[in-house]
Each structure stands twice: as structure tokens, then as C-alpha cells.
T-cell receptor, first 111, second 116 residues
Framework: GNSVTQMEGPVTLSEEAFLTINCTYT??????LFWYVQYPGEGLQLLLK?????DKGSNKGFEATYRKETTSFHLEKGSVQVSDSAVYFC??????????FGKGTTLSVSS | EAGVTQFPSHSVIEKGQTVTLRCDPI?????LYWYRRVMGKEIKFLLH????????ESGMPNNRFLAERTGGTYSTLKVQPAELEDSGVYFC??????????????FGEGSWLTVV
């Protein structure tokens, strides 16, 4: 079946550091890939998405590229801020089916 | 356009009581999903409606949980009787489910349930 594996956290960085959160997936079809974020005390928000191979999703300085050859969708940001502290979830879904989430990676950014 | 809305946003109940969570999906979205995140762990799928039909309920943990979507609009998730381990955040989500929409699934703010 389909699955998502993302790096274990927590990830602790200083402000302006470079961020990478690894995510790999297993899928039988051609899924769409997503990164969701949950800020402290808030709901789940879509951060970015990519619907086909080689697509790059981007939002708020975050980027992720859909790599079919390596079945990966790693999240990157060149310079993190304290306000980026949150839990990040990699997810996949195929048309009309439920999202499958990774376990989540907690990011803590200090000033 | 209104997003996915959930009610209540927070609920504290005693063990053995009943709680009903409500979700209003984005208008026109046939697909409605329930998920939960318990004790800060991973987000687990509960079930998936297509209109008023249960497409997949493989994630429902036990028969204390009952989900309905009468008329294919809003949905309710009832927990009866609630147990301590049911505490967590219950997310509702919806999608059009069409390839043209990119299959994006939109989440509500969550209903935070605490069972004491």
C-alpha cells in the first residue's frame, strides 16, 4: 500500500539557518504530494503541493520538488525564522482518496 | 469562499460522556474526511465520505465512534462513551476529488477534545 516516511525530529535550528526535512514515499499509482504545517495551538494548513513529477511547490519561502526517480519530496527553506516553528507533515494522496501522512517533524527555531 | 468549519473548537468532557463533533465542508466538495491526532502523535485517517456514502471507514478505531453525513452536506462524528485515550485533535477535511482541482484536500481548524 501507499506510505510516507519523513525524518524523525525534533529539528532544532537557529534563525536564518537552512532547513531540510526529508520525505520519501511509496505509491502504486501517481499521487499528488503535499506538505502540511500545524503551528502551535492551530489547525492543519496546506503549505505547498505538487501534482506530478518534477513539479516544484513553493510557499512562504519553502520549496519542495516532486522527484519520481527517488520517490522523494524534501522540504527546504533557505533561511528559517522563529515563526516557522511548527510541526510539518508530508502527505500523499491519489484522486478521490484520503491523505496518507508521515509521522510529522517538529521544527524549533531559536533567535 | 468559506473554508472547512468545525464545531466545537474545544471540548472537555468526562470519561463515559458523549460528544458530537460537527464538520461543514467547503461548498460543492463531495469528499469529506475525518482524521485525528492523538497525544501529539501522527495524524491518523478515520473515514472518508463521498457525498452521503461511506467510501472507506477502515480507520475507525472501534464501535464507540459513529460518523454520519446525512444529505451529503455536513457531517457529524459522535464518540459514545468517550474514553481517556480519545483525547486529541479531530480534523475534518474536504476535497472536490477531481483531477482538475489537483486533488487538494482542505482542512478545518480541528476540534480539540479532552476527556478527563
Amino acid at each position: 500500500g501507499n506510505s510516507v516516511t519523513q525524518m524523525e525530529g525534533p529539528v532544532t535550528l537557529s534563525e536564518e539557518a537552512f532547513l531540510t526535512i526529508n520525505c520519501t514515499y511509496t505509491a502504486t499509482g501517481y499521487p499528488s504530494l503535499f506538505w502540511y504545517v500545524q503551528y502551535p495551538g492551530e489547525g492543519l494548513q496546506l503549505l505547498l503541493k505538487a501534482t506530478k513529477a518534477d513539479d516544484k511547490g513553493s510557499n512562504k519561502g519553502f520549496e519542495a520538488t516532486y522527484r519520481k526517480e527517488t520517490t522523494s519530496f524534501h522540504l527546504e527553506k533557505g533561511s528559517v525564522q522563529v515563526s516557522d516553528s511548527a510541526v510539518y507533515f508530508c502527505a500523499l494522496s491519489e484522486i478521490g482518496t484520503a491523505l496518507i501522512f508521515g509521522k510529522g517533524t517538529t521544527l524549533s527555531v531559536s533567535s | 469562499e468559506a473554508g472547512v468549519t468545525q464545531f466545537p473548537s474545544h471540548s472537555v468532557i468526562e470519561k463515559g460522556q458523549t460528544v458530537t463533533l460537527r464538520c461543514d465542508p467547503i461548498s460543492g466538495h463531495d469528499n469529506l474526511y475525518w482524521y485525528r491526532r492523538v497525544m501529539g502523535k501522527e495524524i491518523k485517517f478515520l473515514l472518508h465520505f463521498v457525498k452521503e456514502s461511506k467510501q472507506d471507514e477502515s480507520g475507525m478505531p472501534n464501535n464507540r465512534f459513529l460518523a454520519e453525513r446525512t444529505g451529503g452536506t455536513y457531517s457529524t462524528l459522535k464518540v459514545q462513551p468517550a474514553e481517556l485515550e480519545d483525547s486529541g485533535v479531530y480534523f475534518c477535511a474536504s476535497s472536490q476529488g477531481s483531477r482538475s482541482s489537483g486533488n487538494t484536500i482542505y482542512f478545518g481548524e480541528g476540534s480539540w477534545l479532552t476527556v478527563v
